[in-house]
């Protein structure tokens, strides 16, 4: 069984990067496309976009311009990166692992605030 | 990108009652829709994927069905662990995928 950990700062200024790693054990990082999610307080989910160990990444629209998804396998990690934050970032972020477009695996998450 | 709009907003029963959560989407998902139940403090977890299989572990009171634009999740006999809120996810076309905002079931 998946198991994934979020780790990272709870607190970014507003224009700076947000960066968050996920530490993923119990099974083969080479079998998952590797997955952030987002929760703003009080509302609903919202896909950032995933890596996949090929190097394939695909990234929500809306977030395209300012987010990096990576994976490094040799620690069976992987990261995301927000630029430019503001405060509708503020969020609880989610890694999860997807197979077959099912999010079966997930952190406990990592809530982040972005202000100054 | 697909919308995806839950309703009611809010769902209050009673245990052993049945709920009926629904969810539809701003053009056809085919049968590419699931399920997650997320409880407070927690991460969702998937119940149901392709419209109506539930995934390894999820119990048989917690069906899923429709097609196409509308679908239904319904849980047969609430119990006490099932008050949570629940999501719709679509899958068919993506990027993104979307999910719905959300049926809070509430005692």
């Known amino acids: 069984q998946v198991q994934l950990q979020e780790s990272g700062p709870g607190l970014v200024k507003p224009s700076e990067t947000l960066s968050l790693t996920c530490s993923v054990s119990?099974?083969?990082?080479?079998?998952?496309?590797w997955t952030w999610i987002r929760q703003p307080p009080g509302k609903g989910l919202e896909w950032i976009g995933y890596?996949?160990?090929?190097?394939?990444?695909n990234y929500n629209p809306s977030l395209k311009s300012r987010v990096t998804i990576s994976l490094d396998t040799s620690k069976n990690q992987f990261s995301l990166s927000l630029s430019s934050v503001t405060a509708a970032d503020t969020a609880l972020y989610y890694c999860?692992?997807?197979?077959?477009?099912?999010?079966?695996?997930w952190g406990q998450g990592a809530l982040v605030t972005v202000s100054s | 990108e697909i919308l995806m709009t839950q309703s009611p907003a809010t769902l209050s029963v009673s245990p052993g009652e049945r709920a009926t959560l629904s969810c539809r989407a701003s053009?056809?998902?085919?049968?590419?829709l699931a399920w997650y139940q997320q409880k407070p403090g927690q991460a969702p977890r998937l119940l149901i994927y392709g419209a109506s299989t539930r995934a390894t572990g999820i119990p048989a009171r917690f069906s899923g069905s429709g097609s196409g634009t509308d679908f239904t999740l319904t849980i047969s006999s609430l119990q006490s662990e099932d008050f949570a809120v629940y999501y719709c996810?679509?899958?068919?076309?993506?990027?993104?995928?979307?999910f719905g905002q959300g049926t809070k079931l509430e005692i």
């Open positions: 996810q679509q899958y068919n076309n993506w990027p993104p995928y979307t």
């Open positions: 890596v996949h160990y090929s190097g394939s990444t």
């Open positions: 053009q056809s998902v085919s049968s590419n």
């Open positions: 119990g099974d083969s990082i080479f079998n998952y496309h």
């Open positions: 999860a692992s997807s197979l077959d477009h099912l999010f079966d695996y």
